[in-house]
T-cell receptor
Framework: DAKTTQPPSMDCAEGRAANLPCNHS???????VYWYRQIHSQGPQYIIH???NNETNEMASLIITEDRKSSTLILPHATLRDTAVYYC?????????????FGKGTLLTVNP | GAGVSQTPSNKVTEKGKYVELRCDPI?????LYWYRQSLGQGPEFLIY????????DSGLPNDRFFAVRPEGSVSTLKIQRTERGDSAVYLC???????????????FGPGTRLTVL
């Protein structure tokens, strides 16, 4: 079972920030939070990951709460091409940490 | 550079037939993964290769499914006696090394859509 909970869908206006929440209340101390997205008819695409600190790259920002039980992926200026299913994944810290366990994700629809 | 490629992009077959799905990983990536995605669901792990050997095949649903990677590069997922329930998108991914870590994300191909009639 996936270790994360995400809303099934969200809407965002083009040009506005999209804030996608994820709950991972059972995360352990050395497990990372990863975000992938999947545009229709494509394979998943890595976005960002983090452990404790907030992270930012050219695609997005990741805000992790101090207790690490939840996180938010922020797309600062959403475009129509950001419409996709966004997956929040807690990466196993043990010997099988090569394995990505996907839930159902959040379908983000960016509207013009 | 080229990403992960998968062929065919679509495969329609009849129940009971044998199919092979091919994955070409990114050159130099030692780790290769197969996932399966049913409609409306996230991808599910099937098998992981480190080099030529299958390091973890715990996700394969049954013994009708088999995968190989004989030279440590291209991989083939083989399904015998296909069933309608095998219909799904089969995704392949590769990474430079196994496991997690900076710059070691998994790169996915576009998938092969398998339809079993």
């Amino acid at each position: 079972d996936a270790k994360t909970t995400q809303p099934p869908s969200m809407d965002c206006a083009e040009g506005r920030a999209a804030n996608l929440p994820c709950n991972h209340s059972t995360i352990s101390g050395n497990e990372y939070v990863y975000w992938y997205r999947q545009i229709h008819s494509q394979g998943p695409q890595y976005i960002i990951h983090g452990l404790k600190n907030n992270e930012t790259n050219e695609m997005a920002s990741l805000i992790i709460t101090e207790d690490r039980k939840s996180s938010t992926l922020i797309l600062p200026h959403a475009t129509l091409r950001d419409t996709a299913v966004y997956y929040c994944i807690v990466r196993d810290s043990g010997g099988s940490n090569y394995k990505l366990t996907f839930g159902k994700g959040t379908l983000l629809t960016v509207n013009p | 550079g080229a990403g992960v490629s998968q062929t065919p992009s679509n495969k329609v077959t009849e129940k009971g037939k044998y199919v092979e799905l091919r994955c070409d990983p990114i050159s130099g990536h030692t780790a290769l993964y197969w996932y399966r995605q049913s409609l409306g669901q996230g991808p599910e792990f099937l098998i992981y290769f480190q080099g030529t050997g299958a390091a973890d095949d715990s996700g394969l649903p049954n013994d009708r499914f088999f995968a190989v990677r004989p030279e440590g590069s291209v991989s083939t997922l083989k399904i015998q006696r296909t069933e309608r329930g095998d219909s799904a998108v089969y995704l392949c991914a590769s990474s430079l090394f196994p496991g997690q870590g900076p710059y070691n994300e998994q790169f996915f191909g576009p998938g092969t859509r398998l339809t079993v009639l």
